[in-house]
């Protein structure tokens, strides 16, 4: 199999965050043909606008140049207010005209059981942006008020399990579709 290359975003800005804990952890957790590049650069993304498509903002070119280099996304995202968290939306929001989104393949981690409104949000701005969610590989980690960090994480058999495994699906899915061949 050629190497993998993933994208992982969390869509918190809180230093001390699950759904970070979570990508990070994967990150690490990856099989050795397997890179789980987590994007650090979601607070830089200035607020959406369709006037500065033309000219794009340096932050934004980095998150469509980090996309396209990847044949595959992880999403985890906070709830916020029954939705998706704020950052996040605005980062979709910078990929929806581009082609880096386009088909690609993509995985919903959830760390919390609470979270529904947010996850079938996002569910569904991902698939009206023609995102493919690899839908055996989506998981919900049961890490709300656990104060599981990214060490944490990865020293919890079941939980560490679980995103192996998951991330294994994922692997596959996009095999599956051939994006193991870009």
């Known amino acids: 199999m050629k190497p993998l290359n993933i994208l992982a975003i969390s869509g918190s800005l809180r230093k001390i965050s699950y759904n970070t804990a979570a990508i990070e952890a994967l990150s690490r957790l990856a099989p050795e043909d397997v890179t789980v590049k987590v994007y650090k650069g979601l607070g830089d993304l200035p607020l959406f606008n369709p006037d500065l498509e033309s000219e794009l903002p340096v932050a934004v070119r980095e998150l469509k140049s980090a996309l396209a280099q990847s044949q595959g996304l992880i999403i985890a995202s906070p709830e916020y207010a029954h939705g998706v968290s704020g950052v996040m939306k605005n980062a979709l929001d910078w990929l929806v005209s581009g082609e880096e989104f386009v088909y690609l393949p993509v995985m919903l981690i959830n760390t919390s059981p609470r979270a529904s409104h947010a996850q079938a949000a996002l569910r569904e701005v991902v698939t009206t942006m023609s995102g493919r969610i690899i839908e055996n590989a ?9 104060n599981l960090d990214v060490e944490g994480v990865m020293q919890s058999p079941d939980i560490a399990g679980l995103l192996q495994l998951r991330l294994q699906q994922f692997v596959a899915g996009i095999e599956a579709l051939g994006g193991a061949d870009d």
Do not use: R, W
Request: hydrophobic residues 45%.
């Open 138 to 146: 989506c998981v919900s980690v049961p890490l709300l008020s656990s």
